[in-house]
């Protein structure tokens, strides 16, 4: 299994940018796919998660100027981010939780970061 990540790059405060991933292998199923974001200095969090089921969780900081979009039968998500900040200046990273097999148990797979520069 791999996610691929793409988009990102550098943009303006105020600006916009549009992420996505896509996971392919193999690949039974999907709880749910996010995105994480990595500061220089900081701790990985969470931006934004959707499940299976289209439920979405976003963290305070980024809620109304984010918007995480999903295709279960692509097994891709999406991150649009408008009203960029220079505190979102991070490397961004995909995430899926998934299963290999039927009654399998659940993995966690990592795509590889895109970095997201926002200046002043």
């Known amino acids: 299994v791999q996610l691929q990540a793409s988009g990102g790059g550098l943009v303006q405060t105020g600006g916009s940018l549009s992420l996505s991933c896509a996971a392919s292998?193999?690949?039974?199923?999907?709880?749910?796919m996010g995105w994480y974001r990595q500061a220089p200095g900081k701790q990985r969090e969470l931006v934004a998660i959707?499940?299976?089921?289209?439920?979405?969780k976003y963290v305070d900081s980024v809620k109304g100027r984010f918007t995480i979009s999903g295709d279960n039968a692509k097994h891709t998500v999406d991150l649009q981010m408008s009203s960029l900040k220079p505190e979102d200046t991070a490397v961004y990273y995909c995430?899926?939780?998934?299963?290999?097999?039927?009654?399998?148990?659940?993995?966690?797979?990592w795509g590889q970061g895109t970095l997201v520069t926002v200046s002043s």
């Open positions: 995430k899926a939780v998934l299963t290999v097999v039927r009654g399998g148990p659940s993995f966690n797979y």
């Open positions: 292998g193999s690949i039974f199923s999907i709880s749910d």
């Open positions: 959707i499940t299976s089921s289209g439920r979405t």
